[in-house]
């Protein structure tokens, strides 16, 4: 059994040997290759510059309108999307201005302009529909956030309860001071 089992040892042994002496021979195949001869790439001619630049095909400079029993031509100015910065309703519209803490410090400092710090940061926020937004990167995004932070708020008194959009069962107390 020992003798069965020292063969099949020194058969793997080989075999592994044969393996290298293969692998060594393709190295040295590849280096003996003669190398790849440069060739000359043709110049080609400049192109003279446009005069002046084409107008695009796909963006008209300014939508219009035709009305077809007058024939009057209406022009319409591009719709520009903001993000809100009021709140839900008239009533509430500044219900979240001002100072809110956690644990005793000032967290979140919103002001009625739309900017404002979380823990002396500076953002962007605004509220709708009950989620109150904010941009935690405003020199980086200016008027439009690429991915607010978003949390669900109640206001009950003098206290703010933001729960998580995100994570199930996450939720922090703030109170005005």
Same mark, same amino acid.
Do not use: H
């Given at each position: ?36 001869? *440069? +060739?000359?790439?043709? #110049?080609?001619?400049?192109?003279? /510059? !446009? &005069? ?6 796909? $963006? ?11 024939? *009057? +031509?209406?022009?319409? #100015?591009?719709?520009?999307?903001? /993000? !809100? &910065? ?6 509430? $519209? ?16 919103? #002001? ?66």
């Amino acid at each position: 059994m020992k003798r069965l089992f020292y063969m099949l040892l020194l058969a793997g042994a080989i075999s592994m040997l044969g393996a290298c002496v293969t692998a060594e021979e393709e190295v040295a195949a590849v280096v003996d290759t003669p190398p790849v001869q *440069d +060739v000359e790439t043709p #110049e080609l001619p400049e192109l003279p /510059e !446009p &005069e002046a630049e084409p107008e695009s095909v796909l $963006e008209p400079e300014d939508e219009t309108e035709v009305d077809l029993e007058d024939g *009057d +031509v209406t022009y319409e #100015e591009e719709a520009v999307e903001e /993000e !809100p &910065e009021t709140n839900d309703a008239p009533d509430a $519209e500044y219900a979240l201005v001002g100072t809110w803490t956690w644990m005793g410090s000032p967290y979140y400092v919103l #002001e009625a302009d739309g900017q404002g710090t979380m823990v002396e940061m500076p953002i962007r926020w605004w509220s709708l529909n009950g989620v109150f937004s904010f941009c935690s990167t405003p020199s980086l995004c200016g008027t439009t956030c690429i991915a607010p932070t978003e949390w669900y708020y109640e206001l009950e008194g003098d206290e703010l309860l933001l729960t998580s959009t995100l994570i199930p069962d996450m939720s922090f107390t703030y109170n005005r001071r």
